[in-house]
């Protein structure tokens, strides 16, 4: 019987050991996730203050070619030329499409249907809309769960900032 009680208390050390190890990965499993949380929150900040110095940045620049589009620093002059070609592009292509709009004998707010009308009278062409209803979608399918949850993986930190590069302008 001492061979039996001999293996009942490994089998018990074992036991001990495993939850043991179990309480530790647990915890270093808990440790991670409030890193891998404060990281993407961190993230979530700088992209939140990246976007509040972009919308300073353009604020700045709209105050001051407000304040020196006539007049600017030399190192500037440029951008302004930039943004002078740009308004009038836009005076531009406004006054076109009001030279559209006023040439149209269409009413603006004219529905499909009467445009076409319209259209098949001046032909003298008969036109037959069809109006489909879709087709009612079907159920879908129960979604598979996973047998164990995964981790998101944890996001890296690079020095780079993130969104697409930006071109540099190509002022004096």
Not at 12 to 19: E, G, I, K, P
Not at 49 to 74: F, M, N, S
Request: hydrophobic fraction near 40%.
């Amino acid at each position: 019987m001492s061979g039996f009680n001999d293996f009942m208390g490994k089998v018990s050390l074992l036991a001990n050991r495993a939850a043991e190890k179990t309480k530790d990965l647990a915890a270093v499993a808990a440790e991670k996730t409030k890193q891998v949380s404060r990281v993407a929150k961190l993230n979530m900040d700088i992209s939140a203050q990246r976007e509040t110095i972009r919308k300073v940045q353009a604020e700045l620049g709209r105050l001051y070619y407000e304040a020196h589009r006539d007049d600017p620093e030399p190192g500037l002059a440029q951008a302004c030329r930039e943004i002078d070609a740009a308004n009038e592009a836009i005076a531009s292509m406004e006054a076109e499409i009001a030279q559209i709009k006023a040439e149209s004998d269409t009413p603006q707010d004219a529905d499909f249907a009467s445009v076409v009308d319209a259209t098949a009278a001046e032909a003298d062409v008969e036109v037959e809309v069809t109006v489909e209803t879709p087709a009612a979608p079907e159920a879908p399918a129960a979604p598979e769960t996973p047998a164990e949850p995964e981790m998101p993986a944890a996001p890296e930190a690079s020095a780079e900032p993130e969104g697409p590069a930006e071109e540099a302008p190509h002022w004096d």
